[in-house]
């Protein structure tokens, strides 16, 4: 642990440039929009927020960053005209573009859960990275107690809120270990966190327990269990449809597939790199994902024997 957390810190630097850069919270606008019924999706800086507003008041799956609550908190009371505080928080994951407001709706009044396992990696702090050789490297802090879960969960749990039984769901070792899938089922709207996102190739953080083999697990549950016309909040981008997700893991599983024949053949992952064995999917490359990040992350996924033990 303490190696890892020597080497995370040496690449401390080229992990932060590259990946969550932090905005200038000061332009930043929050966008909602209607999904279905009274549940929104609001889009600013960092992962996108569900909102289910109504009689019994408002509880929002993903926080953003705390110099946003006030915007967040703003926006939210100008659907409906509502004068409701947020009651619930759930956390999707404990990556800080998804969680960073959680002190800040806690301290306004809101209960947050989350999964059990994304209230110890906030309360031990995290080395995010895609595998223990890999080139993304972000240091988590350990949060104070005000951010931290005050309910948690193993399997699953119901929430019964705004008439609507919501579900909330543990996708294990997926993105993280620790992910919740949100259904709101009367509306048939879910919030898949950074199990699914739109920015190219997904970072998947394998040192917290993620991997690709539980990221394609998760879009297939969610493509079978779900009903057909759902509507698919991503953890990043613009709302989808069961077609753009099974697009998705489309890609999870050919590049996985490339990897793991690549594998086979006893190839290292320089040679991976090398030979450029992605080429096909190259219009994923992204800036915070690119090409040879994404060869590693399925490396060090498809060879991690249980990607947890890394942390
Ligand atoms: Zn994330």
Redesign the pocket.
């Known amino acids: 642990m303490r190696k890892l957390l020597l080497v995370a810190g040496l690449l401390l630097v080229a992990g932060v440039t590259r990946a969550q850069q932090q905005p200038d919270f000061s332009k930043v606008e929050i966008k909602v929009m209607q999904v279905s019924g009274n549940i929104y999706m609001l889009e600013g800086a960092g992962?996108n927020i569900a909102a289910s507003v109504g009689a019994d008041g408002i509880l929002i799956v993903d926080t953003e960053y705390s110099p946003l609550a006030e915007k967040i908190q703003a926006a939210l009371k100008n659907i409906r005209v509502t004068d409701k505080p947020v009651r619930y928080v759930v956390d999707?994951?404990?990556?800080g573009?998804?969680s960073d407001g959680n002190a800040a709706f806690g301290a306004r009044g809101a209960t947050i859960i989350a999964q059990e396992n994304l209230r110890k990696s906030l309360e031990n702090g995290s080395a995010?990275g895609n595998g223990p050789g890999g080139s993304i490297h972000i240091q988590q802090p350990a949060q104070p107690k005000a951010a931290l879960p005050t309910i948690t969960y193993d399997d699953h749990l119901d929430i019964h809120f705004n008439d609507e039984d919501i579900r909330v769901m543990h996708f294990p070792e997926a993105?993280?270990d620790g992910d919740s899938v949100v259904f709101f089922s009367e509306n048939k709207v879910v919030h898949m966190?950074?199990e699914f996102?739109r920015y190219g190739f997904p970072?998947i953080?394998v040192n917290a327990g993620g991997s690709v083999q539980g990221m394609i697990a998760a879009c297939e549950r969610v493509s079978t269990e779900f009903p057909a016309d759902v509507k698919i909040i991503p953890?990043h981008g613009a709302l989808a449809t069961m077609d753009d997700l099974r697009e998705y893991t489309n890609l999870l599983k050919d590049t996985s597939a490339v990897v793991g024949k690549a594998l086979a053949e006893h190839k290292t992952l320089d040679q991976m790199k090398q030979e450029k064995i992605l080429a096909p999917w190259q219009k994923y490359s992204g800036s915070f994902v690119n090409t040879d990040a994404f060869i590693e992350t399925l490396y060090y996924s498809l060879t991690t024997m249980k990607a947890g033990g890394a942390k």
């Open positions: 992962g999707t994951h404990y990556h573009d998804h995010i993105h993280t966190g950074d996102v970072f953080d953890g």
